[in-house]
């Protein structure tokens, strides 16, 4: 499971529960290199960023730790501002965990911050808002030093196309055009989990040097959503679809017909808002 997040209408039955006993809930602020990793959710048998980071944080604290992301990135997706939460004792050295931590794990998983957070707080359920960055290198030779991270377009991007057409996400919409429906086996097809998310920003920049960034902010997002979007909106910008498609896309509620996801090493968990 990945890139996907419980609409806000979600119960909060399965928020964490402060540990028993007695005990501090702990918020970290998390960036890695996600490029070796299988996504951040814990798998059996595969190296991801959520496995690594709950025994280098179990290896710290001499006690077993569970983490809750607020975002599940998938295979080979990165983050600067990902939100983690658990448990540890009173007393826990937050500095000294801090350099353990990311002298077990970095330059690939670096904990940038760590504090004490509010008794229940849950990286997941109590995020408002995430914001994912899409990092794309729009010129006639890729760049070595953003292989990992970017997207490397040859092919000319019509900027201002791109920014009609990314207007179109702003406000509530059903996504399934742009998401891999989740399927919850033992519940009719009225049932299934809701694809409508709420877009706050969407919006192309310019950063010189041939690059551009997506950036967009929602509620919540679902399954590869934001690589659906961006693959679509490199469509307008090649000149494959004109900007004002984009609407008719989202209405049509029929995931064949956007365009292919963008690759994942462009994208980025850039920051999630509390």
């Known amino acids: 499971m990945t890139l996907f997040d419980p609409a806000p209408a979600e119960s909060p039955s399965g928020r964490e529960a402060q540990a028993s006993g007695g005990g501090v809930r702990i918020r970290l602020t998390v960036a890695y290199d996600g490029t070796d990793f299988h996504g951040f959710a814990v798998q059996e048998r595969q190296r991801t960023v959520g496995g690594v980071l709950a025994e280098a944080l179990t290896t710290a604290l001499r006690r077993e730790v569970d983490v809750t992301c607020a975002g599940r990135t998938d295979r080979g997706v990165h983050a600067w501002g990902q939100v983690v939460s658990f448990d540890a004792p009173d007393g826990v050295d937050l500095v000294r965990l801090r350099r353990s931590v990311n002298s077990m794990l970095g330059p690939e998983v670096v904990v940038r911050d760590a504090a004490i957070a509010a008794s229940g707080f849950s990286a997941r359920f109590d995020a408002r808002a995430r914001t994912y960055r899409y990092t794309i290198v729009n010129r006639d030779a890729p760049d070595p030093f953003r292989a990992r991270f970017a997207w490397w377009i040859d092919a000319p991007l019509d900027l201002r196309a791109l920014r009609i057409a990314s207007d179109a996400f702003i ?59 961006v693959g679509t909106l490199v469509e307008v910008g090649t000149g494959k679809r004109r900007p004002g498609e984009m609407l008719g896309i989202i209405r049509a509620a029929d995931r064949a017909a956007a365009g292919d996801m963008a690759p994942p090493h462009g994208l980025c968990l850039w920051h999630v808002d509390y």
Not at 181 to 186: A, I, L, M, T
Not at 197 to 209: K, L
Not at 216 to 226: L, P, T
């Open 171 to 229: 406000g509530e919409h059903d996504f399934a055009s742009f998401c891999r429906k989740p399927k919850v086996s033992g519940r009719a097809e009225a049932d299934q989990p809701s694809l409508r998310r709420r877009v706050v920003e969407s919006r192309w920049d310019e950063v010189g040097d041939g690059v551009l960034q997506y950036e967009v902010s929602a509620n919540a997002f679902c399954w590869q959503m934001v690589r659906s979007v």
